[in-house]
């Protein structure tokens, strides 16, 4: 079993950057894939990024690419979200969620989720 625990959300302003970071508690986290969804109210929960468990590949939605950056630090069983130059439409909860295997972007594809942590970004 693995929790996931996210933080790093908050209020910014649009052009502002925040860093997310999944912290992973029980197994460690080094063996498997981490990846980044969005929400919100209404819609369905859509890929952001992924980082595959050995750090060797990572894949963005075509709408952070750029400005958002997916990293890892096994040592510390974390897993960051750095986001640069936010936009309103970036406002959503944030989760992150862990896989064995490839990185995918498929929500049903991952065995473990967090909470989720809020980003507001305003105009």
């Known amino acids: 079993q693995v929790q996931l625990v996210e933080s790093g959300g908050g209020l910014v302003q649009a052009g502002g950057s925040l860093r997310l970071s999944c912290a992973a508690s029980g197994r460690t986290i080094s063996g498997y894939t981490v990846a980044w969804f969005r929400q919100v109210p209404g819609k369905e929960r859509e890929f952001v990024a992924g980082?595959?468990?050995?750090?060797?590949?990572?894949n963005y939605a075509d709408s952070v690419k750029g400005r958002f950056t997916i990293s890892r630090d096994n040592a510390k069983r974390t897993v960051y979200l750095q986001m640069n130059s936010l936009k309103p439409e970036d406002t959503a909860t944030y989760y992150c969620?862990?896989?064995?295997?490839?990185?995918?972007?498929?929500?049903?594809?991952?065995?473990?989720w967090g909470q989720g942590t809020q980003v507001l970004v305003s105009s």
């Open positions: 980082i595959h468990w050995s750090g060797s590949s990572t």
């Open positions: 969620a862990a896989r064995g295997g490839a990185i995918s972007l498929e929500v049903p594809s991952y065995n473990y």
